[in-house]
């Protein structure tokens, strides 16, 4: 039976008309997602909102979800509160944060619930709506490398035979290779596979034993290690190639790893089964017997960069081998969802462990129905080459001149092109997109491109949740109760909750920004509402027209900024304040020498007890704000709570942890040549630049390889020449002396002494003749080899520029809280522009 279509908002066409009755629902066709979706989006993009919502539809429709977790914020699916009331939301907030800015926490939860409330009614959903999705699906949290979560086995591919060795034996030695690349990387060792000796030894010992149907666990390796049951590795003794000594250390390490007691979170819980954990009915399918659609999410968060390399490696090469060994079909059989592939799909030529299955994934799991979506927030380093078949792209508002011209390049290169749209206009596009809109390029609808604002998740977005806290979500996954009965229709919203103005509030009324917050004395949801188009009456539009002559005086200390008057403002026109605030974010990194500094103007619409609105905070273009207000305008009031200095004092703090919580880069370094990439600098070009100090650094080794060969060149060259000297003069002396026939002749004339003595000189003339034609040849020879190794050296300082991209490395740069800093803070006069009757 098909699956219901995904529905995720609302849509209008890219240009044209803007009014809302443009906008229609956007219902995606599950079966689009079969040929997978690229999210990309900035920070307050709502790039995680629009993920999520992804997740919540395919759960909604019976679609299985595999969820890879790199940042903390996919736990989040499991904030469904079938209730929406506060003391659902309470156990959650943080007291300490709600008491420093003076608050008790049922407050806090209780304007939370309302605002959730509200949200949902505007996108026609409800709290039947959350408590039917809880009841559906069957969740379960993995964490590899700890309890907090349900443990995973990692290393279970050693301990225990697979089928994969009889069905496909390179994704069987992959996963092989993964592993034992993952326990080297635990006790310190090279895990590369191709030049780790380590890695080639251990995979000999673990392949013989997996081939013969036993298990290759570390006590069996151990065992191994200290009697090697092969004779031989490659062409070299197994002793030749790696010493009795060595394996003794290298066994000692690994004993010590077995008795660690943090070793075993990696061997505990259930093996890593991917089958198990989507396939309703099937053994060990968390729901299967009520039904339910497993919703998976594996957390790696809290490991190294490295090890989730290495878990992640795993993890979709058993994906993989699932993929391959199911049925053909043409509908989205399960989705696979990673938040976050930043560092993990990386351009050519970096090859993390994680790249290879990935590409395969994404080129081969369309013919089995598995869907995957990959997000990021971080453009500039995919491989859009690997991304080119990907059939439905969201892309969110992006800053950057370079981020925006990367998507719009790898759009270029998809099937399809970027829907028919010019690329500078589909980059300017990009640039002036609201939170939680989107453009969309999908090559199965007609037309293939369009603007979409996402629908309020039925989740609640909270945020990264740390490891004690999902040890807390796992214990509070329990059995949903069961559904509703009766048809269900979507809940109406709260006698209370909020009829948006027939205009936006906007910072700039010209780039139609994200939808502001209605006046500072309305609910406290209002301000994280859609506003809904309505017809306005007069008593209405004189409401909107209200408000003071002149702006309120702003908080001790700080500035205020107002939006560039419309063209044409019409009636009702005025201002309501939003906080704004120059933060300047230093992200520096001493061991590699890196300083980046990012400013930015950001901005937030102001909830009723004077904080900022965090879930919408966006960025601000300078030359798109004023020093003065717009003649006649109207203004709304500040909230009370800002009015006062502690509130004043929380607002900026709010808006400083924002930016430390939030702001990231990622930094290029060539360690090997002691490179980092610079401010603004294209990775293309910064790959040039490493391959231009490579090939300064080569031709210098190479004068010292040629200045090092050079005296011992000279010395044999004397040698050859001494040589040949000697030959020469000893060849001379042979052929003065009489040969045998002469001797004879000489021995009748002058007596047998006289030829003996002849005879005497011959022999050692021709001894010394072959002296020196030995020395000769031995010295000939000598000099060729040393120029056969001359040569090779120059060879391969000749190869180094070519192979310089091969050491770049992308580290993440975050700042320290004492790293942001704060130049000025306003208040940010946002435009309402109040429509017709």
């Not at 008790?104 to 026609?124: M, N, Q």
């Not at 259930?270 to 198990?276: I, M, N, R, T």
């Not at 869907?371 to 991304?387: E, F, H, I, R, S």
């Not at 320290?816 to 522009?833: G, H, P, Y």
């Given at each position: 039976m098909?699956?219901?279509?995904f529905?995720l908002?609302?849509?209008?066409?890219?240009?044209g008309?803007?009014?809302p009755?443009?906008?229609?629902?956007?219902?995606?066709p599950?079966h689009?997602?079969?040929t997978?979706g690229?999210?990309?989006?900035?920070t307050?993009s709502g790039?995680?909102?629009l993920?999520?919502?992804?997740?919540?539809?395919?759960?909604?429709?019976g679609v299985?979800?595999?969820m890879?977790?790199?940042?903390?914020?996919?736990p989040?699916?499991l904030?469904?509160?079938?209730?929406?009331?506060?003391?659902?939301f309470?156990p959650?907030?943080d007291?300490s944060a709600?008491a420093r800015d003076?608050?008790?926490?049922a407050?806090?939860a209780?304007e939370?619930?309302?605002?959730?409330?509200a949200?949902?009614?505007?996108?026609?959903l409800g709290p039947?709506d959350?408590?039917?999705?809880r009841?559906r699906?069957?969740?379960r949290l993995l964490?590899?490398g700890t309890?907090?979560?349900?443990p995973?086995h990692?290393?279970?591919?050693?301990?225990?035979r697979?089928?994969l060795?009889?069905?496909?034996?390179?994704?069987?030695?992959?996963?092989?290779?993964?592993s034992?690349s993952?326990?080297l990387?635990?006790?310190g060792?090279?895990p590369?596979?191709?030049r780790s000796?380590?890695?080639?030894l251990?995979?000999h010992?673990a392949e013989?034993?997996?081939?013969g149907?036993?298990?290759?666990?570390l006590?069996?390796l151990?065992?191994?290690?200290?009697?090697?049951?092969?004779a031989a590795?490659?062409?070299?003794?197994v002793?030749?190639?790696f010493?009795p000594?060595?394996r003794?250390?290298?066994a000692?390490?690994?004993?010590?790893?077995?008795?660690?007691?943090?070793?075993a979170?990696w061997?505990?819980?259930?093996?890593?089964?991917v089958?198990?954990?989507?396939e309703?009915?099937?053994?060990?399918?968390?729901g299967?017997?009520a039904?339910?659609?497993p919703?998976?999410i594996?957390?790696v968060?809290h490991?190294?960069?490295?090890?989730r390399l290495?878990?992640?490696?795993?993890?979709?090469?058993?994906?993989l081998?699932?993929?391959r060994g199911?049925s053909?079909t043409s509908d989205?059989?399960a989705?696979?969802?990673?938040?976050e592939?930043f560092?993990f799909?990386?351009p050519?030529?970096?090859?993390?462990?994680?790249?290879r299955?990935?590409?395969?994934?994404?080129?081969?799991?369309?013919a089995?129905g598995?869907g995957?979506?990959?997000?990021?927030q971080n453009p500039?380093?995919?491989?859009?080459k690997?991304?080119?078949?990907?059939g439905?792209w969201?892309?969110g508002?992006?800053?950057t001149?370079?981020?925006?011209?990367?998507?719009?390049?790898?759009?270029?290169g998809?099937?399809?092109g970027?829907?028919?749209?010019?690329?500078?206009?589909l980059s300017?596009?990009?640039k002036?997109l609201?939170?939680r809109?989107?453009f969309?390029?999908?090559?199965?609808m007609?037309?293939t491109?369009l603007?979409?604002?996402?629908?309020f998740?039925?989740?609640?977005?909270?945020?990264?949740?740390?490891?004690?806290?999902?040890?807390?979500?796992?214990?509070?996954i329990?059995p949903?109760p069961a559904a509703?009965?009766g048809p269900k229709?979507?809940?109406?919203?709260p006698?209370?909750?909020?009829?948006g103005?027939g205009?936006t509030v906007v910072?700039?009324?010209?780039?139609?920004a994200?939808?502001?917050?209605?006046?500072a004395?309305?609910?406290p949801?209002?301000?994280?509402a859609?506003?809904?188009?309505?017809?306005r009456?007069?008593a209405a539009?004189?409401?909107?027209?209200a408000?003071?002559a002149?702006?309120?005086?702003?908080?001790?200390?700080?500035r205020?900024?107002y939006?560039h008057?419309?063209a044409?403002?019409?009636?009702?026109?005025?201002?309501?304040?939003?906080?704004?605030?120059s933060?300047?974010?230093h992200l520096?990194?001493t061991?590699l020498?890196?300083?980046?500094?990012q400013r930015?103007?950001?901005a937030?619409?102001l909830l009723?007890?004077?904080?900022?609105?965090?879930a919408?905070?966006?960025r601000?273009?300078?030359?798109?704000?004023?020093?003065?207000p717009?003649p006649?305008a109207?203004f709304a009031?500040?909230?009370?709570?800002?009015?006062k200095r502690?509130g004043?004092?929380?607002?900026?703090?709010a808006?400083?942890?924002h930016?430390?919580?939030?702001?990231?880069?990622?930094?290029?370094?060539?360690?090997?040549?002691?490179l980092?990439?610079?401010?603004?600098?294209?990775?293309?070009?910064?790959t040039?630049?490493?391959?231009a100090?490579a090939?300064?650094?080569a031709?210098?080794e190479?004068q010292?390889?040629?200045g090092?060969?050079?005296?011992r060149?000279?010395?044999?060259?004397?040698?050859?020449?001494?040589?040949?000297?000697r030959y020469e003069?000893?060849?001379?002396?042979?052929?003065?002396?009489?040969?045998?026939?002469?001797?004879?002749?000489?021995g009748?004339?002058?007596?047998?002494?006289?030829?003996?003595r002849a005879e005497?000189?011959r022999d050692?003339a021709?001894?010394r003749?072959e002296?020196?034609r030995?020395?000769w040849t031995?010295?000939?020879?000598?000099?060729?080899?040393?120029?056969a190794?001359q040569?090779a050296?120059?060879?391969?300082?000749e190869?180094?520029?070519?192979r310089a991209?091969?050491?770049?490395?992308?580290?993440?740069l975050?700042?320290?809280k004492n790293d942001v800093e704060?130049?000025?803070i306003?208040?940010?006069?946002a435009a309402?522009?109040?429509?017709?009757?």
């Amino acid at each position: 039976m098909p699956t219901r279509p995904f529905t995720l908002g609302r849509c209008r066409p890219l240009w044209g008309d803007e009014s809302p009755s443009a906008a229609r629902p956007l219902e995606l066709p599950a079966h689009h997602l079969v040929t997978h979706g690229v999210v990309v989006g900035m920070t307050g993009s709502g790039k995680t909102g629009l993920v999520m919502v992804l997740v919540e539809e395919a759960l909604r429709s019976g679609v299985p979800v595999l969820m890879v977790d790199v940042k903390g914020d996919l736990p989040n699916l499991l904030f469904t509160f079938p209730e929406l009331s506060p003391a659902e939301f309470e156990p959650w907030i943080d007291p300490s944060a709600a008491a420093r800015d003076g608050r008790a926490t049922a407050d806090v939860a209780g304007e939370l619930a309302a605002r959730w409330r509200a949200g949902l009614a505007a996108s026609g959903l409800g709290p039947a709506d959350v408590a039917a999705l809880r009841a559906r699906m069957a969740p379960r949290l993995l964490t590899p490398g700890t309890t907090a979560g349900e443990p995973i086995h990692v290393l279970s591919a050693l301990e225990t035979r697979s089928p994969l060795w009889d069905e496909d034996e390179e994704a069987a030695r992959e996963a092989l290779s993964a592993s034992l690349s993952l326990l080297l990387r635990l006790v310190g060792r090279d895990p590369d596979p191709a030049r780790s000796r380590e890695h080639v030894l251990l995979a000999h010992l673990a392949e013989r034993r997996l081939r013969g149907g036993q298990a290759a666990g570390l006590e069996e390796l151990l065992a191994d290690l200290a009697a090697p049951p092969i004779a031989a590795v490659g062409a070299l003794e197994v002793d030749a190639f790696f010493a009795p000594k060595e394996r003794q250390a290298l066994a000692r390490e690994l004993n010590t790893l077995l008795a660690s007691p943090t070793f075993a979170t990696w061997r505990k819980g259930a093996p890593l089964d991917v089958a198990g954990w989507l396939e309703r009915g099937a053994p060990g399918a968390p729901g299967a017997d009520a039904g339910k659609t497993p919703a998976v999410i594996v957390s790696v968060a809290h490991l190294e960069d490295d090890e989730r390399l290495l878990v992640l490696g795993l993890l979709f090469e058993q994906l993989l081998s699932w993929v391959r060994g199911l049925s053909g079909t043409s509908d989205l059989r399960a989705l696979v969802v990673f938040d976050e592939v930043f560092g993990f799909l990386p351009p050519h030529p970096a090859s993390p462990p994680t790249k290879r299955p990935l590409l395969a994934l994404l080129k081969q799991a369309r013919a089995f129905g598995v869907g995957v979506v990959l997000a990021t927030q971080n453009p500039m380093d995919l491989d859009y080459k690997a991304l080119s078949n990907a059939g439905a792209w969201f892309v969110g508002r992006l800053q950057t001149d370079a981020d925006r011209e990367r998507v719009v390049e790898g759009l270029s290169g998809s099937d399809g092109g970027a829907g028919g749209v010019d690329a500078a206009a589909l980059s300017a596009t990009l640039k002036a997109l609201p939170p939680r809109t989107f453009f969309v390029r999908n090559v199965h609808m007609r037309p293939t491109s369009l603007l979409a604002e996402t629908r309020f998740s039925l989740s609640w977005l909270r945020g990264p949740v740390t490891r004690r806290e999902i040890g807390r979500l796992v214990r509070s996954i329990s059995p949903a109760p069961a559904a509703p009965p009766g048809p269900k229709s979507p809940s109406a919203p709260p006698p209370h909750a909020p009829v948006g103005p027939g205009g936006t509030v906007v910072l700039d009324p010209r780039h139609a920004a994200a939808a502001a917050p209605h006046a500072a004395s309305a609910a406290p949801h209002a301000a994280s509402a859609a506003p809904q188009p309505a017809r306005r009456s007069k008593a209405a539009r004189a409401d909107a027209g209200a408000g003071a002559a002149a702006p309120p005086q702003p908080p001790e200390g700080w500035r205020s900024l107002y939006a560039h008057a419309p063209a044409a403002a019409p009636e009702g026109f005025r201002y309501v304040p939003w906080v704004a605030a120059s933060v300047v974010a230093h992200l520096r990194d001493t061991k590699l020498g890196v300083a980046l500094n990012q400013r930015q103007i950001l901005a937030a619409p102001l909830l009723s007890d004077g904080k900022p609105d965090l879930a919408r905070v966006t960025r601000l273009d300078p030359a798109l704000l004023s020093a003065s207000p717009a003649p006649g305008a109207r203004f709304a009031a500040l909230p009370v709570p800002l009015t006062k200095r502690s509130g004043a004092l929380a607002a900026a703090r709010a808006l400083r942890e924002h930016v430390y919580r939030t702001t990231e880069a990622a930094v290029a370094v060539h360690k090997e040549l002691g490179l980092t990439q610079g401010e603004g600098e294209p990775l293309e070009a910064f790959t040039g630049r490493c391959r231009a100090a490579a090939a300064r650094r080569a031709g210098a080794e190479q004068q010292e390889v040629t200045g090092r060969y050079a005296p011992r060149i000279a010395r044999l060259r004397e040698r050859i020449a001494a040589a040949k000297a000697r030959y020469e003069q000893a060849e001379a002396e042979v052929a003065a002396l009489p040969g045998a026939v002469g001797a004879a002749i000489l021995g009748l004339v002058a007596g047998r002494g006289t030829a003996r003595r002849a005879e005497t000189q011959r022999d050692k003339a021709s001894a010394r003749l072959e002296r020196a034609r030995q020395e000769w040849t031995e010295a000939d020879a000598a000099l060729r080899d040393l120029h056969a190794a001359q040569a090779a050296e120059l060879a391969a300082l000749e190869q180094l520029p070519l192979r310089a991209g091969e050491g770049i490395e992308t580290k993440r740069l975050v700042p320290r809280k004492n790293d942001v800093e704060v130049d000025f803070i306003a208040v940010a006069w946002a435009a309402t522009l109040a429509g017709p009757a």
